[in-house]
């Protein structure tokens, strides 16, 4: 079972960054479109970024765009996502997975997520 561990959340005032880190447990990480999500307090779990298998094409929420980067090291099994001029509104529990939109819904099991919060 590949297990997926988010790490690199944390506090930051407005207007800060963040890059968090997504450890894939298997060499199957390299064949697979990649996507970050995030879910806030009482809200459901939405994409924010995704990766194709070989980085060469990138997709982002209107919300995160010109804001976020996603990337890959597919030597190293670990997704990226570099936050800029983050905003309170970015607050959330964020996750990777597979790109349901490339897999037609299919995810591995969740991680743990890792907490962004962006204090005003």
């Known amino acids: 079972q590949v297990q997926l561990v988010e790490s690199g959340g944390g506090l930051v005032q407005t207007g800060g960054s963040l890059r968090l880190s997504c450890a894939h447990s298997s060499r199957t990480f390299s064949k697979y479109a990649m996507g970050w999500f995030r879910q806030a307090s009482g809200k459901e779990r939405e994409i924010v970024a995704a990766i194709s298998y070989s980085g060469s094409s990138t997709y982002y929420a209107d919300s995160v765009k010109g804001r976020f980067t996603i990337s890959r090291d597919n030597a190293k099994n670990t997704l990226y996502l570099q936050m800029n001029s983050l905003k309170p509104d970015d607050t959330a529990v964020y996750y990777c997975?597979?790109?349901?939109?490339?897999?037609?819904?299919?995810?591995?099991?969740w991680g743990q997520g890792t907490l962004v919060t962006v204090s005003s």
């Open positions: 997975n597979l790109d349901p939109r490339v897999t037609g819904g299919s995810l591995e099991v």
